[in-house]
């Protein structure tokens, strides 16, 4: 799931305080899609971004996104640059990165194995990984409500147990240090649109559901802040798993 409403805030499921980018760093954004955290790194002092996607379109969206904040000063300084390519073969060398994020992806991609090993690969010895993915129960309803849901081209092929993934994570050269859940609000949104048809945008109690998350978004108000915290342990659209990679020194 990927939410970004045009001049306006974006829906993040990583936590950008828990990742430390000082001047100079290298970002890579793997599954970009429209680039909302790829912008919001772009927003930090000196911070440079990569991004890529296997949808021309939606790195297209980024870049044009990217120039945008350009234009309107509301960048960091730092150099970006967006690219369309396959997160299985990444065309970078090893270690090239300090951080790789990789939200809302691996549920796409047929070789799954192979696109951990490539996120791997190219991020710098003791930094960090940021692995997002539907949550097991969420998206079990989803499934269970929608055969056309997780049939369409491109959509979700899997769903991950948490147990699973943190395991082909860290057997592919990573330590999780720490999880988080995100994004409790929307998953009755999805709930409801598999149920009338998860393109059935026009349903009203979709439009309705829809607009109330974009205030939601738009506005923050404390209710709903702390109804997401505490519904998220219990129905939270996404799982993040915070990642460090191993140092062959022991840093």
Not at 11 to 40: I, M, N, Q, Y
Request: proline share 5%.
């Amino acid at each position: 799931m990927s939410w970004m409403f045009t001049g306006r805030p974006s829906v993040l499921t990583v936590d950008f305080s828990r990742l430390h980018l000082p001047k100079g760093s290298w970002v890579l954004d793997a599954g970009c899609g429209s680039g909302r955290h790829l912008s919001e790194a772009f927003r930090r002092r000196d911070v440079n971004v990569v991004g890529i996607d296997m949808s021309r379109k939606d790195a297209d969206t980024a870049n044009r996104t990217l120039n945008t904040m350009i234009g309107a000063a509301q960048d960091g300084g730092g150099i970006k640059l967006v690219s369309m390519s396959d997160i299985t073969r990444l065309p970078f060398q090893d270690e090239s990165f300090d951080v790789v994020i990789c939200s809302e992806v691996l549920e796409h991609i047929p070789d799954h194995v192979q696109a951990i090993r490539e996120i791997v690969r190219v991020l710098r010895p003791g930094k960090s990984l940021v692995v997002s993915v539907p949550r097991y129960l969420p998206e079990r309803i989803c499934w269970a409500l929608s055969s056309d849901y997780h049939h369409e081209e491109g959509g979700h092929i899997r769903i991950f147990r948490k147990k699973e993934l943190r395991g082909l994570l860290e057997n592919a050269g990573t330590r999780c240090i720490g999880t988080a859940w995100a994004h409790s609000l929307h998953s009755p949104y999805w709930w409801l649109k598999c149920l009338v048809g998860h393109k059935n945008d026009e349903f009203p109690l979709v439009r309705l559901y829809h607009r109330f998350l974009v205030w939601d978004i738009m506005k923050k108000p404390f209710l709903t802040r702390l109804l997401d915290r505490v519904l998220n342990p219990v129905i939270s659209k996404s799982i993040v798993l915070y990642l460090r990679k191993g140092d062959p020194y022991g840093a």
